[in-house]
């Protein structure tokens, strides 16, 4: 196993870092087109709409998002209709935890799936049209949030924060992942390291802004892992699929990033 996740981790290293910091933004765009169609067909999969109707909705997803990619007028709408989601039917579901897929929630979810994927894969090209450090500080919010949760966890861990949904995560985990954020953006700001980023442009509104905005940002990337969680609980897999031999499907390692993306987009065009 341990071999399958090194050689997966490799391949997609080589394919995504050169296209990320070398390629044009119509490449990268592409890419993450691509990434966004396959994370669309697990979505679908875990609302047990299987075989052709999965394939279809993917298909689906991939018109509109070709569709809208020049139409930079929906990208604003697009973020506020991801955060009104994530706000709003994330929390919900968490601690309610309804049927997602039967009665109503099955068809709002697979219309907000659409909105969801087209949300977060226009904020990654926006942020990639900014610049690669701009990017790649965007996409380090979550993983240091998921690193200082594990680390933290595995050292301090006692209190389970969603027990019923994901056991491993603890309120300590999630108390170091924020840390491990608030940490490393302050010092980036500081050292005026690799600018313009995320944390320069939020900085840039204040202290207190900056550290709120990622505070939430945090919060929400945890909300995200577990709505996935949810999804998979109560479709009875343990991965959304089996596309990342060792690694488990592609919505398993963006699930933290849905809701960030379009929500940190919006901060900062909300901040002006």
């Known amino acids: 196993m341990l071999k399958t996740r090194v050689i997966t981790a490799l391949v997609l290293l080589a394919i995504f870092l050169p296209v990320t910091l070398f390629a044009p933004i119509g490449a990268f765009g592409a890419l993450i087109g ?8 697990e979505w679908a999969r875990l609302l047990k709409l299987g075989g052709a109707g999965a394939i279809v909705y993917a298909a689906i997803a991939g018109a509109i998002l070709v569709a809208t990619a020049r139409l930079g ?19 919900f579901v968490l601690l309610r935890r309804p049927t997602l897929a039967a009665g109503p929630w099955r068809p709002f979810l697979l219309a907000a799936g659409i909105v969801l994927m087209l949300a977060s894969w226009h904020a990654l090209v926006a942020a990639r049209a900014v610049g690669v450090p701009f990017v790649l500080s965007l996409l380090l919010v979550v993983w240091l949030a998921d690193i200082g949760a594990y ?20 309120w300590e985990g999630a108390l170091g992942g924020w840390i491990a954020v608030l940490v490393v953006s302050t010092v980036a700001v500081l050292a005026h390291a690799f600018e313009p980023t995320l944390y320069s442009a939020l900085f840039g509104r204040g202290a207190a802004a900056a ?3 990622l505070t939430v940002l945090v919060a929400f990337s945890i909300v995200g892992d577990l709505f ?45």
């Open 73 to 91: 007028g929906v990208v604003k709408p697009l973020f506020e209709a991801a955060a009104i989601f994530w706000i709003c039917a994330g929390p």
């Open 228 to 272: 996935e969680s949810t999804m998979k609980r109560q479709a009875g897999v343990k991965d959304s699929s089996g596309l990342l031999p060792g690694h488990g499907g592609v919505l398993d390692r963006i699930d933290a990033l849905l809701p960030v993306l379009p929500l940190a987009m919006l901060a900062l065009s909300l901040f002006g």
């Open 34 to 41: 691509v990434v966004v169609v396959f994370a669309a067909w």
């Open 211 to 213: 550290l709120g905005a």
């Open 151 to 170: 680390f933290a966890g595995k050292a301090f861990g006692r209190h389970k924060l969603a027990p019923a949904i994901s056991p491993g995560k603890t």
